[in-house]
């Protein structure tokens, strides 16, 4: 028989717990029974302030947070726990449901803090905490702008929350104020000195800053609010949003009986277990040993410890880490450590550059060996490498750590780290048990490291120094192209470059061995097409193309091939698309229609290739690169032209986007989309490179997938008008194209990428390697050199000579090809009888 | 230009006619339709080396190792299939990925620049 478990609450720390307790509980000894008060199942709380890019809460889903085909789990939303009753083991719903229990685990966060302000309940007062909270504030900056244009808001809190919530506000477009009692931003991550720092580059941003001072009074102006500050200001606005801490939400075990921490929260032991031995809590909620913990890393090692209680297993919360790191407004944020210096005689290193915008603070034991915590503004690049010294004996000169040359990164390698530095915090990976997935369970690469121990999963952050681990413990990630070129392909394409090399033979004589193989042969072709080598079938170049390259078509199962016409943003006038039917009549192909909304004409014989070019040009078709890896479709919605609720012309910049990268050869093929609003009708975060409009421009997001592996598309950049976004996208694409993998799409790309989405904005957007006029300029090259394969097949005899089923015996049907008819269509049947010869 | 006739040409009986060699490309093959209705796929190295193999992949049934990519995998001069990209070794057409599998060969020479497929 199994015993029973209710959870109070689901956030992310409550799906933490039961994943951890399903995972190791296979024998299911607990049924588990989840009541949440909100609507939806536990989502990602930490990045809430994205929602407002997309406004799709999809984006914030938990993966399996909805504990689908497990019959032990069963989760009750919008139903939230009202009481306890201690002696007969039960809790009572709002909906009036009795469910017994034999344990019970309160899991039921914070509320925001609101302060008791005169006013604070008049409408248009909001907090910050769930996704229906940025729903109702996104409505009320709707009404507001359409009152008054642009509407004004101010957030009170100056803090993490606070400068979360003022993001939020500036990325709806607004300009907001916000107002914090203590004398600087951040009072309790930064310094002083960092704090100055911080409230300039918010300041740079729009954003208006009032520190120290604190909101007297909200009152009612007509349909606007008037809120006073402290030190005399009046602020005018349409919204006020406060976000200035939370408290934990500790009435259940209150009302219960349970006893409490001193400053809030439910009382528990190392173990999580309260003053009652059946309940536990865990999270914002929970005051583990007399301390709350406002962040999730410590609240998700909370969660795997009753869980292991649970399960009988010894399990203790080993206090946490609150180092926190954030980038916000696109300003880096980091403390860790002692950061204010509290440990007594303690010594603090400043390095301040405020040229450069970057503020770094150590702080080192009395006698200057060991360090004790810090604080990074503006650049936090060495936060990884920092934090994880933090306790242990300092391997540099602590200036040598924060100063201008070299930094962290380069100062100390991960040699110096102990096996119990922690190397990915947000999961608690120390560095003991990364070594000891590569040395005893044979991970030898990054994945495999992210997939054995969770290291670098979350945040990504750690990446970098998973990779330097591998390569300290000998491990060397074979980036040989194949055994005829011990390169790499970014390292080929950089080869070629410089050289100007123009043929495979020449490159393989000067820098690999043998005669190639099927791996190197096309990916050397898609280099010297990227780099501009004429024809992809012009002298010696047609045969190092691939499968379908080689006769510029798609080969399909029985050896024939299908046909894409390029349609750019799907936009097909009927005329033409009169052409496409008549030519599948008259050559008798079967005919699909694609999901990037193109039509694909199959069963076309080698020799019929040319003839049904022929037919498509004419009637100013060009090739679609179906075949290529290259640009295939750029998919667009109808955007501000028909629909109602179109932002922008999606398919005008689909067209436009499409022409320009077209024929672009790459690493693997691209996909790209365009949505006229947040809707997101095209699926542009499925693609490569997708962009969604909204009211103040383009958004741009990089590295999304579909197919086996599916990856939602990163924000790159947001609110930009169309000369910017070209620009921005000729910088992706190129940066890419240089320096991925052979068939790595950009999704696996970016998960590679040292340093991330952070990296790659640095470089395509703050031009960090001074490399974008270059990228630019190869980019203008492509687009002026742009021709149609196609059209140079036709209008070259050497090239249409080749496309013969039979070398001497031109004309005649290849016998092997044969077709039955399927709902009206043909479809082929295998007759070829193999010649199978076993030896 | 190199003329190919080593042991195997040996034994043949007929010899069919089917294109110039310089209608071959270096790295890639042509496919000769024989009398018989077999296919025959004839591949050039990239030093010259002529082989004729059946033209017919045998992982998929279809007739398309003359479109497939000539290299070499550890020095063994191969023949990779378009479709699901197995290699073929040229001079047996065995196959390196799953040596259970093996497809026929023809003995191929050149008389005068004239590539002649051989059938025994
Ligand atoms: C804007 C924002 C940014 C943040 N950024 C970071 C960050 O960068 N780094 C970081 O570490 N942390 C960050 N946090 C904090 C982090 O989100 C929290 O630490 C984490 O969500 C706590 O998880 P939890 O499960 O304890 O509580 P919650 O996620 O708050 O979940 C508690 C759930 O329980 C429900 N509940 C409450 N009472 C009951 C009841 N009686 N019955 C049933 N259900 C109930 C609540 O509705 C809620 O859904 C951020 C938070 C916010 C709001
Ligand atoms: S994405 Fe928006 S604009 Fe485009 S079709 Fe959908 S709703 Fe309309």
Redesign the interface.
Known sequence: MSRTLVVAGHGMVAHRLVEALRSDDVDGTWRVVVFGEETRPAYDRVVLTSYVDTWDADALVLPGAEYAGDELVDLVLGDPVESIDRDAKRVTTRSGRVQDYDALVLATGSRPFVPPVEGKDLPGVFVYRTIEDLDDIRAAVERARQRRGRPAAAVVGGGLLGLEAAKALRDMGLSPHVVEMAPRLMPLQVDDGGGGLLNRLITDLDVTVHTGTSTSAIAQDGDRLQARLGNGTELDVDLLVFSAGVRPRDDLGRQAGLELGERGGVLTDETCRTSDPDIFAVGECASVAGRVYGLVAPGYSMAEVAAATLLGREASFPGADTSTKLKLMGVDVASFGDAHAATEGSLEVVFNDAVNGSYKKLVVSDDATTLLGGVLVGDASEYNLLRSLVGGELPADPAALIGPAGGGGDAVGVEALSDDAQICSCNAVTKGAINAAIHDDGCDSVGAIKSCTRAGTSCGSCVPMLGKLLAAGGIEQSTALC??FTQSRAELFEIVRATRITTF?ELIAKHGT?????V???AVASILATLGNGHVLGG?Q???Q??ND??LAN?Q???TYSVVPRVPGGEITPDKLIVLGEVAKEFGLYTKITGGQRVDLFGAT?DQLPQIWRRLVDAGFESGHAYGKALRTVKSCVGTTWCRYGQQDSVGLAVELELRYRGLRSPHKLKSGVSGCQRECAEARSKDFGIIATEHGWNLYVGGNGGAVPRHADLLVSGVDTDELVRIIDRFLMFYVRTADRLQRTAAWLDELDGGLDHLYAVVVEDSLGICDELEAAMAEHVANYEDEWKGVLEDPEKLA?FT?????PG?P????AFETERDQPVPV?????????? | MTVLSDDRSAGAETW????RVE??????G????LDD?V?VA?LR???GELHGL?N?????????LA?????????V??V?S??Y?Q?FDLRT??CLDD??????TYPVRVVDGTVHVGVR
Do not use: W, Y
Not at chain 1, 514 to 518: E, L, P
Not at chain 1, 830 to 839: I, K, Q
């Open positions: 055994e005829h033979s043998g005669t190639g193989c099927a190197c042969k096309p010696e047609a045969t190092l691939d499968t080689r006769f080969m199962r029985n050896g080698v080749r089923s039979f070398v001497n015996a005649a290849d016998p092997t090809i295998m007759l070829g009888v193999p010649e199978v010869v076993s030896r | 069919t006619p089917v294109c209608q071959i490309p270096v790295g890639g042509v496919a000769a339709l209705g296919q004839v190295t990239d030093d059946s017919i992949d045998p992982f998929s049934g279809a007739a398309v479109r497939g990519i000539v290299g070499d995998i550890g020095g001069p191969v990779a378009p479709i990209k290699n057409g065995r040596p259970d599998v093996g497809i026929a």
